[in-house]
């Protein structure tokens, strides 16, 4: 009773999440020509301890970081890859000003090690050095910052110096200060596409190979991933074409089911790193969790302010002169093309012709950028044009709120609108997982962070059309998809396996049979 009742205290003062349904596949004019730096999706939590390693994972962020969408299991012979000439990053803010405090660098090479046969692989792939595969991924990862709790002026001071790195193109070891560009892996292996199973006979094995370890207890890993966001897509662009009745393809409410996942069947390429809570906390301590989430006072985990909060965000920079026709790295310093905090935002809040800029802008910007977006949502707008709902189009302070401060008591992190992904890290994992979060009573989900099962589009939704306003209109609004196609693994790296392109069903249902 006590729990349900902190759950009634924070709808009362709006536990908001992101505006829109879907993901951000796609989102922007020119990331649509630009997938390989089209960051999809991005999930902080912190995972539960498994037992059958003896690795803490509750003492850890645990960060899931996609690009590339729509990816065609059977898109050979050339398959999906990430660009070795762009910089991949994963960005923590520990104080709430929008700006990163220590972020990891991802860099890659391509080796095309049979340039004399068409194949990406040919059988048998076994090993992640095997001979038979043509062509692999290699990456290297930098720590930029420290966690030092520093001045704005020295944070401001520490950018500056990373930027000097970045634009000469070179990374050095430097001594453990707020301007330290370290190189913390070299030559980690990407896993594979999942061709099929003559040529990768285990890919699951095979897989398994790509997971790193990290100096100082963390641990990586990189490569092809089932996409793990699921939404019926098709319904959502074709004018919100979900029908208050369940009569149509689309169903409302939600959780009546009959949606379809447009993502099912579609891969990704990931970037899954876990690391100790201290190496990106304010005062690089551990987060003070209680021993378990459950009705108990003692599990509450707060936000006041402190050490525990993190904001994470995902961005993609590319040199500013990119040479189209070459692998080459291009010329100039390198820019902000793609980036990615709460889900949704610069797809469904931002419109069409503010996309790039949100893409190019940093989190410190939103408010004065983009706040009025957030105040007055188109899609509340289309909710009464489409479904009468009477949903309130103006003045939506409950959407700021914890969409860009955090939620007070649960991971606000300080008063300055910022669009990223605020997770308190002193909330332990629950128990049983709630799809809908802290609207279902669970603590540990969006949007305090955000879980890979975590329905975000059936939260946004029902948010949108006022349901932590007060009084609440409490239309139970979903899409149909309540989960993902393939379960989720309990296990390090988390995401599912990819399809592989022999099996691939996409084009391939209900097709007439030949003549």
Request: hydrophobic share 35%; proline share 8%; glycine share 8%.
């Amino acid at each position: 009773m006590k729990r349900l009742a902190l759950v009634a205290a924070l709808v009362a003062i709006a536990v908001a999440v992101p505006l829109g349904i879907g993901s951000s596949h796609r989102e922007a004019p020119l990331t649509a020509l630009d997938p390989t730096a089209d960051d999809t999706d991005i999930y902080a939590f912190t995972a539960k301890n498994d037992p059958a390693t003896a690795r803490n994972e509750e003492d850890q962020l645990t960060v899931v970081a996609n690009w590339i969408p729509f990816e065609d299991p059977a898109g050979g012979p050339n398959f999906y890859r990430f660009d070795d000439r762009a910089h991949y990053y994963i960005n923590v803010d520990n104080d709430g000003d929008g700006r990163y405090d220590v972020r990891y660098l991802f860099k890659f090479k391509t080796h095309f090690n049979n340039p004399n046969s068409f194949l990406y692989a040919a059988p048998q792939v076994t090993s992640l050095d095997d001979p038979q595969l043509f062509v692999t991924q290699t990456y290297d990862v930098y720590r930029i910052g420290g966690n030092e709790a520093v001045s704005s002026s020295k944070k401001k001071a520490h950018r500056r110096s990373a930027r000097r790195h970045h634009r000469r193109g070179k990374h050095r070891h430097a001594r453990r200060s707020q301007a330290s560009v370290v190189k913390i892996a070299n030559d980690y292996p990407v896993a594979p596409n999942n061709v099929g199973p003559k040529t990768m006979p285990d890919y699951d094995s095979l897989a398994r190979q790509a997971i790193q370890n990290l100096p100082g207890g963390g641990r990586v890993f990189v490569g092809q991933r089932e996409d793990p966001f699921f939404v019926d897509l098709g319904a959502t662009f074709d004018g919100i074409n979900i029908d208050p009745k369940p009569l149509g393809r689309g169903t409302i409410p939600g959780n009546n089911g009959g949606g379809k996942d447009d993502l099912a069947g579609y891969s990704v390429h990931s970037i899954v790193i876990q690391v100790p809570e201290q190496s990106v906390t304010k005062d690089g301590e551990k987060a003070d969790k209680p021993r378990h989430n459950d009705d108990d006072d003692d599990a509450k985990a707060s936000a006041n302010g402190s050490n525990d909060v993190v904001g994470v965000w995902a961005s993609t920079e590319r040199r500013k002169l990119q040479v189209t026709d070459s692998n080459e790295e291009g010329k100039g310093d390198y820019v902000q093309v793609s980036r990615l905090g709460n889900p949704l935002v610069n797809e469904v809040v931002i419109p069409l012709g503010l996309k790039d800029k949100f893409n190019r802008t940093s989190p410190a910007d939103d408010a004065k950028n983009f706040g009025q977006f957030v105040v007055e949502p188109e899609l509340a707008k289309l909710m009464n044009a489409l479904f009468s709902l009477g949903v309130k189009e103006t003045g939506r302070t409950d959407i700021v709120l914890a969409l860009l401060q955090g939620v007070p008591g649960l991971n606000r992190q300080s008063d300055k609108p910022v669009d990223t992904l605020k997770i308190n890290l002193a909330t332990p994992p629950s128990a049983t997982e709630n799809r809908l979060g802290v609207l279902g009573g669970d603590l540990a989900g969006f949007p305090n962070g955000r879980r890979l099962a975590d329905d975000v589009t059936d939260i946004e939704l029902r948010v949108v059309a006022g349901a932590l306003l007060d009084p609440p209109n409490t239309v139970p609004l979903g899409d149909g998809v309540d989960t993902n196609d393939k379960p989720f693994s309990s296990q390090f790296p988390y995401v599912a396996s990819p399809t592989s392109g022999f099996d691939a069903k996409l084009k391939r249902e209900d097709v007439p049979p030949a003549p």
